[in-house]
């Protein structure tokens, strides 16, 4: 199965700033099929990005997502007091699905 | 609007049959390309999927569960069932289903709001 590295682990950053967020697939992730979810404490993930660099819907366009391959990024262009939280990338190019561990957004 | 519940046991013991169902509303299980599909997330751990089922009655399951898992739907209930065998207190987690839309790969733009189970004597 394919295992996803995320990395930081934590990052800290004010609102305002850029925050870039990775993802690293031990096999390259066929078809760029890879989802990133926003969660926050004591709710369900919500899906930010498909296909790589796609926006769900109703997604701000302050989110974006690139890579291809084995590395991807998720970046938030200017932070929200709403955009703390933990973020996960998911492929879903190979079987079976597997999930990042995460990356905690915190304020500085 | 999609919306999807999940309903079970808060609490079961070591070896016993934990059975949640997922009930959902704005979409039908009958039709082509969408799924419904399992995840967990233990306290404070990273998201796991567990299995799968799709509107053909095609179902997928975690290869290193697989063993344990059982995935079935009800159409006409608009309900998903999934039961797990021989519990354990490493399976203490919340239990989430979700909405895999079509056409291509399985991913999940809907989710309930989980349901946390403890595993414990």
């Known amino acids: 199965e394919i295992v996803l590295t995320q990395s930081p682990a934590t990052l800290s950053l004010s609102p305002g700033e850029r925050a870039t967020l990775s993802c690293g697939a031990s096999q390259s992730v066929s078809s760029s099929y890879l989802a990133w979810y926003q969660q926050k404490p004591g709710l369900a993930p919500r899906l930010l990005i498909y296909?790589?660099?796609s926006r769900a819907t109703g997604i701000p366009d302050r989110f974006s997502g690139s890579g291809s391959g084995t590395d991807f990024t998720l970046t938030i262009s200017r932070l929200e007091p709403e955009d703390f939280a933990v973020y996960y990338c998911?492929?879903?190019?190979?079987?079976?699905?597997?999930f990042g561990q995460g990356t905690r957004l915190e304020i500085k | 609007q999609i919306t999807l519940k999940e309903s079970g046991p808060t609490l079961v013991k070591p070896t016993q049959t934990l059975t949640l169902t997922c009930t959902f509303s704005g979409f039908s299980l009958s039709t082509s390309g969408v799924g419904v599909g399992w995840i967990r997330q233990p306290p404070g751990k990273a998201l796991e999927w567990l299995a799968l089922i799709y509107w053909d009655d095609d179902k997928r399951y975690s290869p290193s569960l697989k063993s344990r898992l059982t995935i079935t739907k009800d159409t006409s209930k608009n309900q998903v069932v999934l039961t797990m065998t021989n519990m354990d207190p490493v399976d203490t987690a919340t239990y989430y289903c979700?909405?895999?839309?079509?056409?291509?790969?399985?991913?999940?733009?809907?989710w309930g709001q989980g349901t946390l189970v403890t595993v414990s004597s």
């Open positions: 998911q492929q879903y190019g190979s079987s079976p699905i597997t």
């Open positions: 979700a909405h895999r839309p079509p056409p291509d790969g399985v991913l999940f733009d809907y």
């Open positions: 296909d790589a660099s």
